[in-house]
């Protein structure tokens, strides 16, 4: 489970450029790297509605209708949080916490357009699908 946690790290942070290596190798680390993925569209979403309204509202409806494609991914997701020991979770939770705010932190030092084009990259990334590419194990994984 500790591995799940350190793989969850790297694939929240700001600075984690390389998706495929941060891949899962099983159940417990594609539980991590889900959710991450999910705790990072949560927040840019909230800071779009509030810094760029017009694409957060883009955004939003993009994340509606990513939810409703991958609600297999979803549920798996919140099954594989609750068999997650309560220590680990909130663990796993408090450095969610921290990252969201040095995402929030970067976000906000970002000019006008660089939020706009943030929100509507997002969007765009949620249309397609392509984290499917980025994190095939983890999908295949939490998609059962």
Not at 7 to 14: E, L, P, R, T, W
Not at 20 to 46: C, H, M, P, R, T
Not at 97 to 105: D, F, G, H, L, T
């Amino acid at each position: 489970m500790r591995v799940f946690i350190v793989v969850f790290a790297a694939m929240i942070s700001s600075f984690a450029h390389s998706n495929s290596e941060l891949d899962a190798e099983n159940e417990g680390e594609a539980v991590g790297v889900i959710y991450g993925y999910i705790k990072k569209v949560d927040v840019l979403n909230f800071m779009c509605e509030r810094k760029a309204p017009e694409k957060g509202a883009l955004l939003s409806e993009a994340i509606d209708k990513w939810m409703a494609r991958n609600s297999s991914v979803v549920a798996n997701l919140t099954d594989g949080l609750d068999r997650t020991p309560i220590d680990m979770r909130e663990q796993l939770f408090e450095m969610a916490k921290q990252v969201s705010r040095n995402r929030i932190i970067l976000f906000n030092k970002m000019s006008q357009s660089e939020k706009e084009n943030t929100c509507v990259s997002l969007a765009e990334h949620l249309n397609s699908d392509s984290y499917k590419n980025e994190y095939p194990i983890a999908y295949q994984l939490m998609s059962k």
